[in-house]
Structure formats: C-alpha cells, structure tokens
C-alpha cells in the first residue's frame, strides 16, 4: 500500500525535516526517516540548534576538545554546528548524487544577527560553505532587504542558497530577482550553473497566527468565516508567482546555460491552532516541483493520516486572491502583517542565537571546573 508520504513524494513534494541534532544522527533515527518515510533532506535554524545542544550530553566530547584547543563561545557554537551538518549531508548523499543535487540537500543558516549587515553575511556565508566542504550543503539567507544583495552574491560565488523568512508576495519577486542576478554573476564567474541549487522558504502557519488574531480581534461573523485559510492562500499565490517568474524569457537565457528554478520551500508547516487539521499546510499545499519542510510531529502525521489527493495549488489563484481581498476589506492590512512576521521571526532567531550561545558559556565553564 502507498503511504501518504510516498504520494506526497509521486505528486513531486519533496519532504525535508525540520529538524537535527547530533542524537538523530547518532541514534539512526535520521536514517530511519529517510528510509521509511521520504524524508530527502533536513533544514536547521538557530532555535533548533539551540534545542540540540541545551539537551542530552551528545555534544559533551567535542566540548572537551574545543575547552582544551582554548575556543571561545562563537567557535564553539560553529564548530558544533557546522559537525552536525557535514555528518547530515554525508547520510544524504546518495540521494543528491541520485537526484543530481535538487534534493539531499542540508541547511545550515548564517548568524542572524548579521541579517542587517550584507558584507557580514557575505563573509558569515562563505566561511560556512568553506567549514562545512560538501557539495550538498545549502547555506540559509534571511530574505531582508539587506539579504538580498547577500543571496545574489551568494549565488554569484557559486553557493547552493536557501533564502529563509519570506513571508510577502512582493519580497518572494524580489528574491527571484536576487536569484537570477546571483546565477548571471555565476555565469559570468565562470561556474556550472547546474551544479548551483536554491530554495526560496515561503513561511505558511504563522501568517495564520498573525491574522487569526486580527479576525479574533474584530469578532464579526464574516471574520471568525476567514480564520484559517491565509496561509493556504499566501502560499498558493506565491506558486503562482514562481510558474510566472520561471517562464521568463531572463531565466529560459539561463535554463539553457544549465540552470535549474529556484524551488519554492513551504516552511513553518506545523499547525499552531490546535482547532485546525494537522495536515492543513502539508495537504493543502501539494504542487509539482515544491519542498515541504516539517517538524516531525507534522510529519508522523501525514505518514498516519495525510489524504494526498494530487495538486491542490493550481486550480485555487482565483479564490486565494479573493480571500486576501477579503482580509482587506475587513481592515487586515496584509503588508502591516507581513512587516510584522519578518521582525518577529528575525527577533526570534535572535533570541534563540542568544540563548544558544548562553547554553554554551555555561557548558564551557561546566567543561573547564570538570578538567
């Protein structure tokens, strides 16, 4: 019998997890996932990382021997980091080596501290790419204003790029953009253009919490009616936007160079309203040629109980534009939301960078008092 996530995979979603940690690679859960339930490639951030390493003792070795080499708390936080990756992208590696590099894929996301700062990025971007040393490695830009020069230069360089926290229509053009004046300068610098892969991570659940609380908060009837169904709506425009920017006459010029699309990436596709389906952003959201990033308990639950019923994007532009029209005319302003989504999510990676680095000093000082 086909599983849910199998017919995920035949309808042309490729499933990465959202999630790692040095347990799952250790303990052979990672690979169980991969064998069992389509999983072709894994994502990070600074929130899981931090989740990694504040718990278990899996880390406790390589602390000891960073303690002992005089590192300080940046260097630890990349070199363990960076450890977790490059052992993730060889367990992928068949599959980027069977699927020429558009999946087996690995992330691995640059301080967001410096998502203000383009030089630093550039600089925080290479040095990962150089550290981590495989070829299926993709290195996470935040897509801010000042990101976008980054992604382009990124790319330019001839650096695999996801481009994270996208959460508007108009900032998903722009990252296009940046994708295709990255690989002209790929071009004219002299790399494969096939060799070069890319996903845009297209936020979905949160756009929903932001204005479900809007709706909550105008408490009219035809309010609590659109609950639910922004993220779907984003989301499946943002499709749109992608089948239109890639039948472009700039990026046939570069498909026939070698180029692949940059793939749209459903990200933060776990429910946060636990008064929704589970599989809301995994089912609504199946379209050929696309990447849906989970955390595993959305995962497990498409695996149990997902109805995949073939694309459920395209037919929907229409009735996707009409409820954001809707939201509006209710006095949701869909741009205040998204301006609002981009800082909270920046100030959240932020905080959990922090709170990494936090848990570190402490680990190195409980290393240093245990020698």
């Given at each position: 019998?086909?599983?849910?996530?199998?017919?995920?995979?035949?309808?042309?979603?490729?499933?990465?997890?959202?999630?790692?940690?040095?347990?799952?690679?250790?303990?052979?859960?990672?690979?169980?996932?991969?064998?069992?339930?389509?999983?072709?490639?894994?994502?990070?951030?600074?929130?899981?990382?931090?989740?990694?390493?504040?718990?278990?003792?899996?880390?406790?070795?390589?602390?000891?021997?960073?303690?002992?080499?005089?590192?300080?708390?940046?260097?630890?936080?990349?070199?363990?980091?960076?450890?977790d990756v490059a052992d993730a992208c060889d367990l992928f590696?068949?599959?980027?080596?069977?699927?020429?590099?558009?999946?087996?894929?690995?992330?691995?996301?640059?301080?967001?501290?410096?998502?203000?700062?383009?030089?630093?990025?550039?600089?925080?971007?290479?040095?990962?790419?150089?550290?981590?040393?495989?070829?299926?490695?993709?290195?996470?830009?935040?897509?801010?204003?000042?990101?976008?020069?980054?992604?382009?230069?990124?790319?330019?360089?001839?650096?695999?790029?996801?481009?994270?926290?996208?959460?508007?229509?108009?900032?998903?053009?722009?990252?296009?953009?940046?994708?295709?004046?990255?690989?002209?300068?790929?071009?004219?610098?002299?790399?494969?253009?096939?060799?070069?892969?890319?996903?845009?991570?297209?936020?979905?659940?949160?756009?929903?919490?932001?204005?479900?609380?809007?709706?909550?908060?105008?408490?009219?009837?035809?309010?609590?009616?659109?609950?639910?169904?922004?993220?779907?709506?984003?989301?499946?425009?943002?499709?749109?936007?992608?089948?239109?920017?890639?039948?472009?006459?700039?990026?046939?010029?570069?498909?026939?160079?070698?180029?692949?699309?940059?793939?749209?990436?459903?990200?933060?596709?776990?429910?946060?309203?636990?008064?929704?389906?589970?599989?809301?952003?995994?089912?609504?959201?199946?379209?050929?040629?696309?990447?849906?990033?989970?955390?595993?308990?959305?995962?497990?639950?498409?695996?149990?109980?997902?109805?995949?019923?073939?694309?459920?994007v395209t037919a929907t532009y229409a009735e996707s534009n009409?409820?954001?029209?809707?939201?509006?005319?209710?006095?949701?302003?869909?741009?205040?939301?998204?301006?609002?989504?981009?800082?909270?999510?920046?100030?959240?990676?932020?905080?959990?960078?922090?709170?990494?680095?936090?848990?570190?000093?402490?680990?190195?000082?409980?290393?240093?008092?245990?020698?």
């Amino acid at each position: 019998m086909t599983t849910p996530t199998q017919a995920l995979s035949d309808a042309g979603v490729s499933i990465w997890l959202d999630d790692l940690s040095r347990a799952r690679l250790a303990d052979g859960s990672l690979k169980v996932l991969i064998e069992e339930k389509n999983v072709v490639g894994v994502t990070t951030n600074p929130s899981i990382f931090q989740a990694a390493i504040s718990k278990g003792h899996g880390y406790d070795t390589q602390l000891r021997e960073l303690v002992e080499a005089g590192a300080d708390v940046e260097q630890v936080v990349f070199e363990l980091t960076t450890q977790d990756v490059a052992d993730a992208c060889d367990l992928f590696a068949p599959i980027a080596e069977a699927t020429g590099g558009v999946d087996g894929r690995v992330s691995i996301e640059v301080d967001p501290r410096l998502a203000w700062d383009t030089a630093e990025t550039i600089a925080e971007a290479r040095k990962l790419h150089a550290k981590v040393g495989k070829s299926n490695v993709h290195i996470k830009i935040p897509a801010t204003l000042e990101g976008l020069e980054a992604i382009a230069e990124t790319l330019g360089a001839g650096i695999s790029v996801n481009v994270t926290l996208i959460f508007s229509l108009e900032r998903y053009r722009a990252v296009i953009n940046a994708f295709l004046t990255g690989l002209e300068k790929a071009k004219e610098n002299g790399h494969d253009l096939a060799q070069i892969h890319s996903v845009a991570s297209f936020f979905v659940s949160r756009v929903d919490t932001e204005i479900d609380k809007r709706l909550d908060a105008i408490g009219t009837p035809e309010a609590a009616a659109l609950k639910g169904k922004a993220g779907l709506a984003n989301a499946r425009l943002a499709y749109q936007v992608y089948e239109e920017e890639f039948s472009s006459e700039r990026f046939k010029l570069l498909a026939a160079a070698g180029a692949l699309p940059q793939r749209p990436l459903w990200a933060s596709t776990g429910v946060k309203d636990p008064s929704l389906p589970d599989t809301l952003y995994v089912a609504g959201l199946v379209a050929d040629g696309v990447v849906n990033t989970m955390p595993e308990k959305t995962l497990e639950a498409t695996y149990d109980h997902g109805e995949i019923t073939g694309d459920t994007v395209t037919a929907t532009y229409a009735e996707s534009n009409a409820l954001l029209d809707a939201l509006e005319n209710l006095g949701v302003s869909y741009n205040d939301v998204v301006a609002v989504l981009e800082s909270e999510g920046l100030d959240k990676f932020v905080a959990s960078w922090n709170e990494l680095l936090a848990d570190v000093e402490g680990a190195l000082a409980g290393a240093v008092k245990g020698a």
